[in-house]
């Protein structure tokens, strides 16, 4: 997929967004996971997008340092 919040020095490490999941959205699909989209940035930031079945919802994550314990809000 294109994605227009890349800025030129980011780096995608794992899309698993299949087109599929927006023509007939399913929250029982299997394409759904809680590994969506990684994305890092310079300076040890990270963007994380996954899907949690648990509240029914994506979740976005920015993590620093690779600190997940502490997500920065």
């Known amino acids: 997929m ?7 020095d980011a780096v995608v490490e794992y899309d698993n967004f299949d087109e599929e999941i927006f023509k007939n959205f399913n929250a029982e699909s299997d394409l759904l996971t809680e590994d969506m989209l990684c994305v890092t940035y310079p300076k040890n930031f990270m963007l994380d997008v ?3 079945r648990g509240i029914n919802s ?5 993590i620093y340092n690779q600190d997940w314990e502490t ?3």
Request: hydrophobic share 55%.
């Open 71 to 73: 997500p920065i809000e």
């Open 2 to 8: 294109v994605y227009n919040f890349l800025s030129d």
């Open 58 to 62: 994506f979740i976005i994550f920015v």
């Open 50 to 52: 996954g899907w949690y």
